[in-house]
């Protein structure tokens, strides 16, 4: 069953940018959740979340404050409690893209178009984010 078209990036109204049709409700919670548990099953403590805080549009659950209340709750376990560290989360994509230049990230190896194609489609909000990053660091995005 396939899901809403994505929009283009220039489509969102500015309702849409606060809540974007793009967003799955609590994904990045599960997704958290079922790293946490893992992690704590492996006898682990801390799990990396990649957010970072420069959108087009917002997603409540990568903000610092969605972090420091996920840490809140797994804060509570009694024995072995995990911690969600999110070093980007403060950083906007053009700094995220400087870091992983500095540390040798291919970059030809990760995707972020919504609309999984063969190629990015350049339009979608993620695309479109994807490329102003890459402006910003000062270079050419590889897939672009």
Not at 16 to 21: A, D, G, L
Not at 37 to 47: F, I, K, L, S
Not at 93 to 107: C, H, N
Request: charged letters at 20%.
């Amino acid at each position: 069953m396939a899901g809403p078209a994505v929009p283009d990036l220039d489509e969102l109204t500015d309702a849409q940018r606060r809540q974007p049709p793009t967003y799955v409700p609590h994904r990045n919670l599960l997704f958290l959740s079922i790293a946490a548990a893992a992690a704590e099953g492996a006898g682990m403590q801390d799990v990396f979340y990649g957010a970072q805080a420069q959108d087009e549009y917002g997603y409540w659950d990568c903000t610092p404050e969605f972090v420091v209340g996920l840490n809140g709750v797994l804060g509570l376990n009694r024995d072995r409690a995990v911690r969600i560290h999110a070093p980007f989360v403060t950083l906007p994509k053009s700094e995220v893209v400087k870091i992983g230049l500095a540390l040798g990230v291919d970059y030809t190896h990760t995707w972020t178009c919504y609309r999984g194609a063969e190629a990015p489609c350049g339009r979608c909000p993620s695309c479109v984010e994807r490329a102003a990053a890459f402006r910003a660091a000062g270079t050419r995005d590889p897939l672009g």
